[in-house]
């Protein structure tokens, strides 16, 4: 068991959920980490990219997970930390402390070990002569939902002084707390004049802060003293500064600007004297606990006006003035067949596209989550009882059109030149990326071109296409044009030299415009010098001559209703009807005439 999960580790660490920040109102949000005890890479690459997750953010929606910190690295970075929405797990860390000194809340929204909204493990396993000493949580006064656990922390102190009853919400339903005796015995005592016994650090500055077990018996939830003016309102998470709900230090459901509430101000009211639903101007939507004008970037509006990374599976993604909206289906959403990517749903657990899941990738022109396809797939896997991948059956993703999260290629095989098989595949969105950073990840692979053809857009995350060592045609792709974020960068390095490409004649065709191509041939331009006919770029539309005769919009030849004559020394139609009208503004007024040039008639 050790030595399989340490040889899946090596998969394991390319794996995670993870996004950087964005900004909610004033608020600065990052997604957070699902990851657990995995390390991402090595050290250094670790501490990169927890940094590049958590610099800055104030709201975790996800997890807050700080593990493998070194002796050296800096912390200052968690430190702007107010609210996590899952849960917060510090492991495995050598750096001696760590501050998060604003962190108000945890809402436990997800549990580590399905249990803990706060784990706190050192993990004495790994033998190292530093460990973690010192937690600044002093602002830590909220624990809606799980427990606490605090394990194998030799050198850790004060933390065992912390009366936990008080952070769990009065309705927390996980009342369990487990600390074993592993505190260090050198610790110093909490300041005796102002503590009373519970502290998160030396000195009266750290003594933890009441906001429940001292409460006035009128009050339902926290409190600021143990008078019964003293008392928070309900919608208050954390404590407060006064009596209203706009005093509260956290909120336990929403956040409307600085006002806690019960849930947002509904997109739609009722108007009682025309009996009807009318816009709401000062509606907001939902995001995480905090209502919001507008949905990030990135995310979907549902009907219930929340925003989120996947719809329904009753309703469908379409865009309206510009905003993407999840659209109830009128009965079963018959245009986009939706499936679960890796991450999501009944492939949560599964680490890569494999023998067992690719099936469950038929027909589907839409994957919700990740497409990530590691050696495994290629060698099968005797732990989780998986076969070898048929390459053949990687044709499944030939239906595929969007992608919600990124695609990784880290396994193709051999003998395939290209990526033809995502030739549809017109979107990638990023909503989850690789290594918290990329959404499009190709990298030492022995393709000669990337065959991407329909490839239009990457709404978020970074690309990165490096030493793939036979690689042709990518350096003559913009890729800054599918961006849809100024952050997003690109990584195209160490391919095959653009020029020994091009002594072996691997360039664009003569039809593609400057806008490059995918790879050789007329089909994989991204866009046409002259003109397209279905996918492939042409010379000419068939005007004049040959058969069936065509028209054009927007430089797409498009084929002449059947019912029109053949002509040879004009254009037999102009658009898709039977009837020549609108050939040239002229011939409308002898319309009779044209009329005769339908077969049917002429
Ligand atoms: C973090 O610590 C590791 C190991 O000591 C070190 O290699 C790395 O440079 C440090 N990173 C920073 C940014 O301090
Ligand atoms: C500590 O590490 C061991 C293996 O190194 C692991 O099995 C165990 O789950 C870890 N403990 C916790 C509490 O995570
Ligand atoms: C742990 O480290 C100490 C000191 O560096 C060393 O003496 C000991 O052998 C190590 N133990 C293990 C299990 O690696
Ligand atoms: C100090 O703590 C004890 C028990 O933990 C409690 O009974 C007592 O009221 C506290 N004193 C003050 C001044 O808070
Ligand atoms: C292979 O797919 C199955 C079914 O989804 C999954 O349970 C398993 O974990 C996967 N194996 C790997 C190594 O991804
Ligand atoms: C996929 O589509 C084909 C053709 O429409 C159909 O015959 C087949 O049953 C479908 N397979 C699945 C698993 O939906
Ligand atoms: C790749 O090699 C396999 C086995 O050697 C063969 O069956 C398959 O047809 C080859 N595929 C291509 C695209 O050349
Ligand atoms: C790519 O496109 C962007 C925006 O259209 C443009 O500003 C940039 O110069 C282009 N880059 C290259 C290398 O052509
Ligand atoms: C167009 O040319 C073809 C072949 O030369 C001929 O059969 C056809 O009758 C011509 N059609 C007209 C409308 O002149």
Redesign the pocket.
């Known amino acids: 068991m050790g030595s399989l999960s340490r040889s899946l580790g090596l998969y394991i660490c390319i794996f995670f959920i993870s996004q950087s920040c964005l900004s909610l109102e004033e608020k600065k949000v990052c997604l957070g980490n699902t990851n657990r005890l995995n390390q991402l890479g090595n050290t250094e690459e670790h501490y990169v990219s927890l940094k590049k997750m958590y610099d800055g953010c104030e709201i975790v929606l996800g997890n807050l997970e700080i593990t493998y910190l070194d002796l050296l690295n800096d912390t200052s970075f968690l430190r702007n930390i107010q609210e996590v929405g899952g849960y917060v797990l510090i492991a495995i860390n050598s750096v001696r402390s760590i501050h998060l000194e604003n962190l108000q809340i945890i809402r436990g929204n997800m549990l580590y070990k399905s249990t803990y909204a706060l784990a706190i493990v050192s993990n004495e396993s790994l033998n190292t002569t530093n460990a973690l000493e010192e937690l600044h949580m002093g602002h830590l006064t909220e624990i809606l939902n799980g427990g606490v656990l605090i394990s194998k922390n030799r050198k850790l102190c004060y933390l065992n002084t912390i009366q936990w009853n008080d952070i769990l919400h009065s309705d927390n339903p996980i009342n369990q707390i487990s600390l074993d005796k592993s505190f260090s015995p050198m610790c110093p005592k909490c300041d005796v004049e102002s503590c009373n016994g519970s502290c998160w650090g030396p000195g009266p500055g750290n003594c933890q802060k009441l906001t429940k077990l001292i409460c006035a018996q009128q009050c339902s939830g926290r409190c600021r003293g143990p008078l019964p003016i003293d008392c928070c309102h309900t919608q208050c998470a954390s404590g407060c500064t006064g009596p209203k709900e706009n005093n509260c230090l956290a909120c336990r459901k929403f956040r409307d600007g600085e006002t806690c509430k019960e849930g947002c101000p509904q997109l739609q009211i009722y108007n009682p004297t025309t009996y009807q639903l009318e816009v709401n101007p000062d509606g907001k939507y939902s995001f995480g606990a905090a209502c919001v004008k507008k949905c990030p970037h990135n995310y979907v509006v549902t009907d219930h006006g929340s925003c989120v990374r996947t719809c329904n599976s009753d309703s469908q993604e379409v865009e309206e003035n510009g905003i993407r909206k999840c659209k109830k289906c009128d009965g079963p959403c018959t245009k986009d067949k939706i499936c679960d990517g890796i991450n999501m749903g009944k ?1 949560k ?4 596209v ?1 023998a ?2 690719i099936d469950s990738f038929q027909n589907c022109t839409k994957v919700n989550g990740d497409v990530t396809l590691l050696y ?1 797939a290629e060698k099968g ?1 005797t732990f ?1 009882n ?1 076969k070898k991948l048929d390459p053949a059956k990687l044709s499944v993703f030939k239906s595929v059109r969007e992608i919600t999260g990124s695609l990784l290629i880290q396994w193709w095989p051999e003998n395939y030149t290209d990526l033809n098989v995502f030739e549809n595949l017109e979107v990638i969105r990023g909503r989850t990326k690789q290594r918290g950073t990329y959404a499009l990840a190709i990298v030492q692979r022995s393709i000669t071109a990337l065959g991407l053809q329909s490839l239009k857009e990457v709404s978020d995350g970074d690309v990165i296409i490096k030493t793939n060592k036979n690689l042709c045609y990518v350096n003559t792709i913009n890729f800054t044009n599918m961006f849809r974020t100024p952050k997003q960068i690109k990584i195209i390095n160490d391919n095959k030299n653009p020029e020994q490409c091009e002594s072996e004649g691997k360039v664009c065709d003569t039809l593609c415009s400057e806008e490059g191509c995918w790879g050789p041939g007329p089909s994989q331009c991204v866009s046409c010098l002259k003109y397209i006919r279905g996918k492939e770029c042409v010379e000419n539309c068939n005007f004049l001559s040959r058969e069936p005769r065509e028209y054009t919009v927007d430089g797409r030849c498009f084929s002449c209703n059947v019912e029109c004559l053949q002509l040879n020394d004009t254009q037999t139609c102009s658009g898709p009807n039977n009837h020549v009208q609108d050939l040239e503004m002229g011939f409308k007024m002898t319309y009779d005439i044209h009329l005769a040039l339908c077969k049917r008639i002429g």
């Open positions: 492939l657990h599964a680490l890569s494999n067992s899941n495994v896997d989780t998986t």
